[in-house]
Structure formats: C-alpha cells, structure tokens
C-alpha cells in the first residue's frame, strides 16, 4: 500500500493491510487504554478520518477499518453520544476478544 508518509505513533497500534472475503482492507488497531476513553476516542476519530481521506486518495480500492476490544465496545462505544458519532463519521469497526484473540463482530 503506497500511502504517503502515514505512520502510527505506537509499535502496537499500526495500520494493517489485509484481505477479507476479496475486500482490501486496512485495520487501525486501537487499546484504548489512556486514563480517558473519550481522550482515546477522539485521538482515535482524528487518526481514522486522517488515514481514510489519504487511503481514498491513493489506495482506493482500500476500505479503513478501527479494530477495538469488544470490552471498550460494550462500556463505551454504545453509548448513544459515541453512536451518533461513529455513525455521522461512517467509521467501519472491528470488535474484537483480545482474551479470545478472536473477531466478535465486522460492523460497516
């Protein structure tokens, strides 16, 4: 994938280019572990409407998804505030048990 100059500030938390169903994605992974979630969120908001207008740009056959814990998705994530907002901002998620290192949920 040729985005230009487009890193993640965490070894942890990176864009990953993969495949599904013949789909090319992306996965942003976030943790969500800061002493604030909506501090996370927002950081988290910024970053994927960043990565998804330049992946538009230069890789469009590309669809951007957050992968999140299934955890901050329940206690955070359905709130109806957060849900307007991932909902105006057509964020493509994806939930998963870290406990489990399995995906809960595709949500697009």
Do not use: C
Not at 47 to 62: A, F, K, T
Not at 79 to 101: F, H, K, M, Y
Request: net charge negative; no cysteine.
């Amino acid at each position: 994938m040729k985005t230009p100059s487009l890193y993640a500030d965490l070894a942890a938390e990176k864009p990953i280019a993969a495949e599904r169903q013949g789909q090319k994605i992306v996965v942003e992974i976030k943790s969500f572990v800061g002493k604030s979630p909506m501090y996370d969120f927002h950081n988290a908001l910024g970053q994927y409407i960043v990565y998804r207008n330049l992946i538009q740009v230069s890789e469009p056959e590309y669809n951007l998804y957050l992968a999140i814990d299934d955890i901050v998705y329940l206690n955070f994530f359905q709130r109806p505030s957060i849900q307007l907002i991932t909902s105006q901002n057509n964020l493509r998620l994806i939930i998963v048990d870290t406990q489990q290192e399995q995906i809960v949920q595709w949500i697009y």
